[in-house]
């Protein structure tokens, strides 16, 4: 049985002493496809008190279903460079909610996030690459498509 494939994934990027080059987000447009990135999570608390490691939360749209391990492989060779292996880049996995959800989580602005008392980090400090436009991204269900079809059409 193959490994499990999606076209939306979530990860970290650790940007203290991994190996992360100065213009890491250009390189991340070479990609091509939409990036968004949180702003720098140095806020967020630690179970024993203190501070958690500085880190950004990303989320990746693939064009076609790929595997975790390969987003992993794909950003890791695009942040590396000759002389060094980037390992910035950690904990890839597939969306299993929403991306909506996981957008919200990019500043802690999601439910859960909010019910932990997080910190909620200024959403204007997201990074958009490559043209993430999170309304694309945004589900509607069934009963409301119809209901809006349901609108236009005595509209017009």
Not at 104 to 121: F, M, R
């Amino acid at each position: 049985m193959g490994k499990e494939k999606s076209r939306y994934f979530t990860f970290l990027i650790y940007p203290d002493g991994e190996g992360l080059p100065l213009d890491w987000r250009e390189r991340l447009e070479r990609i091509g496809v939409p990036i968004a990135i949180s702003p720098l999570h140095d806020k967020d608390k630690a179970k024993g008190g203190g501070f958690k490691k500085a880190h950004y939360h990303g989320i990746y749209v693939a064009n076609n279903p790929v595997t975790s391990e390969s987003v992993r492989n794909k950003i890791r060779a695009i942040l590396s460079s000759e002389q060094e292996e980037c390992k910035a880049i950690a904990k890839v996995q597939i969306i299993r909610e929403s991306v909506e959800n996981v957008y919200l989580y990019l500043t802690h602005e999601s439910k859960d996030a909010k019910a932990k008392g997080k910190y909620i980090y200024d959403k204007k400090d997201i990074l958009h690459i490559n043209n993430f436009d999170i309304e694309r991204y945004i589900v509607i269900d069934t009963e409301t498509k119809n209901q809006v079809l349901k609108t236009l059409l005595q509209m017009v």
